[in-house]
């Protein structure tokens, strides 16, 4: 079955720190990529997503997102975090094929950002 | 085990019909949302109830209707009004907590299928 690994389940950074987070699938063929962040209280909003072409994906606020085929991973990246960002970040990969659909979504990363 | 349980995984509608998709949650989460994803896009927010008894309009909610009766079901009506009713449906729920606690993660169904006969 089809799983996706977000490697860090709390993140804690100071503000102007660079952020990397981890997410790594299981799928072999082809996949769409995403990350999703949600803000407290809030609901889900889509940061970057990755379909086909530039594997270095440019999102929202800053945020880009580099899919690495050989690796399975699409891991997560900002230069310099703010204290706004911290939420709670999630990967999820779709794999369409010979009639099936499955959307899987990473237990998520939760990001505090320390002023 | 706790979780969340959509059905069916799969739906078929008719031109003019009303389908009405289930989402179950046993994980005691006041919070429920309803998201809507088609093909080349990102989860698209329908509707969300913070409360049983009560809900909001999300960003798509037109052609759609819901109603949150108890806790732990949040069944969304797919109605004749949405045109373009194609698409992959995922439900979800979230513990609202507060301070601290706040920053809960969602969980997620498995997702439901539906299409156009």
């Known amino acids: 079955a089809q799983s996706v690994s977000q490697h860090n389940h709390h993140v804690i950074l100071s503000e102007a720190a660079s952020l990397e987070l981890g997410c790594n699938y299981s799928?072999?063929?082809?996949?769409?990529l995403f990350w999703y962040v949600q803000y407290p209280g809030q609901h889900l909003q889509l940061l970057l997503k990755y379909f086909s072409g530039d594997p270095l994906v440019k999102g929202i606020k800053g945020f880009e997102a580099e899919f690495i085929k050989s690796k399975f991973s699409f891991n997560l990246r900002k230069p310099s975090v703010q204290w706004s960002d911290t939420a709670e970040y999630f990967c999820a990969v779709i794999s369409s094929g010979a009639g099936s659909y499955q959307l899987t979504f990473g237990k998520g990363t939760k990001l505090s950002v320390i002023p | 085990d706790g979780g969340i349980t959509q059905s069916p995984k799969y739906l078929f509608r008719k031109e003019g019909q009303n389908v009405t998709l289930s989402c179950e949650q046993n994980l005691n989460h006041d919070a429920m949302y309803w998201y809507r994803q088609d093909p080349g896009q990102g989860l698209r927010l329908i509707y969300y109830?913070?409360?049983?008894?009560?809900?909001q309009k999300g960003d798509i909610a037109e052609g759609y209707s819901v109603s949150r009766e108890k806790k732990e079901s949040f069944p969304l009506t797919v109605t004749s009004a949405q045109k373009n009713p194609t698409a992959f449906y995922l439900c979800a729920s979230q513990w609202q907590g507060t301070g601290t606690d706040s920053n809960q993660p969602q969980h997620f169904g498995d997702g439901t299928r539906l299409s156009i006969l």
């Open positions: 109830s913070q409360i049983v008894n009560d809900f």
């Open positions: 799928y072999g063929g082809t996949v769409n």
